[in-house]
């Protein structure tokens, strides 16, 4: 059972129908493997959720189902609001956590590769994101759930690693990411998953600035016109696989 955002739900990984694939179900592929008949896969996550869309919409389906084994990744779409107060949305997080493992689920939680080295407000938003990455592994220990680590993996330092958007991961990504999290479980994944294409090549400073004016155009001023609107990338989808089923 995968809860979260758009990391969960797969952006920018898509099938050849456009709807995404992602580390989800790359590690539910796996896992369907090694488990046999009987194993299920539900991805209740959307793009564009906070934390309280989340907890909301997504945990009392997810429960209802009686899933072994949950993925609760959130909160990184909070801390990119200016209002956002880190110490109270981890203690929810803490507290939304304890309830998922009070079902003898096992949990698997994130601590977030360091997306905003590239991006504008990494002065504001950096801070911010070491902290519910410490945060997470904390709550991690208190509950007994299993930590994926992907903020001490240097190789998300790679562009290659992320879309063209910047901010959600490439293929690569995702692949990279499912093998970290089959290694949380103890399950071997297809070693390919753990390559990182080269590094692309640096561009000029005039090439590079073009660049980004032509990325804030298309990615950044959308983004903040839906932030000033209230509105969200995810107002007008559902989940992918609401129930649970075979891969």
């Known amino acids: 059972m995968a809860l979260g955002d758009s990391f969960t739900e797969g952006m920018d990984d898509p099938y050849a129908d456009g709807v995404f694939r992602g580390w989800a179900d790359l590690v539910a592929g796996r896992l369907s493997q090694v488990s046999g008949p009987g194993f299920g896969y539900a991805n209740l996550a959307i793009r564009g959720r906070l934390f309280d869309g989340i907890v909301g919409e997504q945990v009392e389906p997810a429960l209802a189902m009686e899933p072994d084994l949950i993925s609760f990744a959130a909160g990184a779409n909070d801390v990119l609001r200016r209002k956002c107060d880190p110490p109270t949305l981890m203690a929810r997080f ?6 998922l493992r009070d079902t003898g689920a096992d949990v698997l939680l994130f601590r977030f590769a360091d997306v905003m080295s590239r991006l504008p407000g990494n002065n504001l938003v950096a801070p911010r994101i070491r902290y519910l990455n410490q945060a ?13 680590d992907l903020w001490h993996d240097d190789e998300y330092a790679n562009p290659a690693l992320w ?13 990279r990411t499912a093998a970290h999290v089959l290694a949380a479980l103890g399950v071997s994944a297809d070693p ?40 969200s990338s995810g107002d007008s989808v559902t989940a992918k696989r609401p129930n649970l089923g075979p891969m």
């Open 94 to 99: 803490d507290a939304t956590v304890a309830r």
């Open 192 to 231: 390919a998953w753990w390559d990182v294409p080269p590094r692309p090549a640096v561009k000029s400073w005039p090439a590079a600035r073009a660049d980004d004016l032509a990325w804030a155009g298309r990615y950044l001023a959308p983004w903040i016109k839906r932030r000033l609107t209230g509105r």
């Open 163 to 175: 879309s063209i958007d910047r901010l959600h991961l490439s293929a690569a990504g995702h692949r």
């Open 136 to 148: 997470v592994g904390e709550v991690a220990d208190r509950n007994g759930a299993r930590l994926v």
